[in-house]
Structure formats: structure tokens, C-alpha cells
């Protein structure tokens, strides 16, 4: 791991430590980072780094998405976390796209940084499935 991205999460880890009932401390037991699986975030002038996935390690609802408890209902950790780290508030028309997908993370990865906001027509068409790929072509 890089100085950045390790003084990052050692500050981050200190913070959770502090506060050990908090909906972040929950979070991050539940999440292994995994440096052998990510995607480099940077700019188009290739500045930048290389993001690790976070792992959701905990339980999964039955579509592969992890799920945790926030107040009184259950929520996926995915936009949990999205909405925890880059401070975003979803509208329900938007879904987030896994950019890590095809790097094998796919629905169970909780980095808010490889997490896109679009729409589920969006999704789809960049996904890996038969529809989206149809979808591609036909808009060749």
C-alpha cells in the first residue's frame, strides 16, 4: 500500500476504534481490504493510484449484495458506504454501477470510490450480462 492510501485508512481505522458502536465500526468489521483485487482511480492524465476493493465479508442478501442494519432497516453496505465516504445522497432513480466488476469484486465490493451513480439503463448497458451487451451492440 502507498504512504497516502495507508495513512488514510490508519487514520480512519483510529477513528473507528473510537467509537466502537458507531454504524462505521460495524461497517468495517464486516470489510476486508483486498489489494490483490481494485481499479486505478485517476484522472485521463493518468495521475492517480491504485484502489484496493473493500470486500464485504458479511452477510448477503440473495441477489449478492452485502446488507447492514442503519437505524431501524436494512440497507445495502454498497450504498452505505457510498453514502458515508463521498457524502452523497441517492435519489432512488439512481442505482451504483460497480466499476470493479470486471476486475472479479463485483457485488460485493464496498469501495465508495469504485461506486458510479447512474441510471439502471446505464447499468445495464455496461454490464456484463447478455442484455447489456445486446444493448451495446444495437448502439453501434
Known sequence: MDTCTHG????LFA???????SLLARLFTKIEIDPACGLWVGDEN???RWEPCWQWTGSLNDRGYGHVRVGDKVAKAHRTTFKLFRDADLSDELVLDHLCAYAGAGRKCCNPWHLDPVTQRENVFRGL???GANMRKAAK
Do not use: I, Y
Not at 477513528?15 to 458502536?21: D, G, I, M, R
Open 8 to 11: 488514510f485508512f490508519a487514520h
Open 129 to 131: 450480462s447478455p442484455v
Open 46 to 48: 493518468g495521475v492517480g
Open 15 to 21: 477513528h473507528v476504534a473510537q467509537e466502537p458502536k
